[in-house]
Nanobody
């Protein structure tokens, strides 16, 4: 089992920044992919970014490319989502999830473990 806990959400003005953290416990992450997803009210869940724990390769969705960065800290078993130049349309609940093994990390249905989510609200 893997437990994922997100933190770092909050209320920020447009143009501001937030850094979300995903802390993992339980099984090790050596063969996982960790993804950040978001879901706004009335909208489908959207993949934001993914990082492969082994090798560190990343994917960032076009909708946030150039503004969001995903990274990891092996020693802390943590994954971060740095969000800059935030826009009101970034408002959503953000979730981190683990795909183990990382077979289809771009598909939300492949993820086995999910955190409880953290709210990000961007005001004008």
């Amino acid at each position: 089992q893997v437990q994922l806990i997100e933190s770092g959400g909050g209320l920020v003005q447009a143009g501001g920044s937030l850094r979300l953290s995903c802390a993992a416990s339980g099984r090790t992450f050596s063969s996982y992919a960790i993804g950040w997803f978001r879901q706004a009210p009335g909208k489908e869940r959207e993949l934001v970014a993914v990082i492969r724990w082994f090798g560190g390769s990343t994917y960032v969705a076009d909708s946030v490319k150039g503004r969001f960065t995903i990274s990891r800290d092996n020693a802390k078993s943590a994954v971060y989502l740095q969000m800059n130049s935030l826009k009101p349309e970034d408002t959503a609940v953000y979730y981190c999830a683990a795909d183990a093994p990382p077979l289809k990390p771009l598909e939300s249905t492949a993820y086995d473990y999910w955190g409880q989510g953290t709210q990000v609200t961007v005001s004008l």
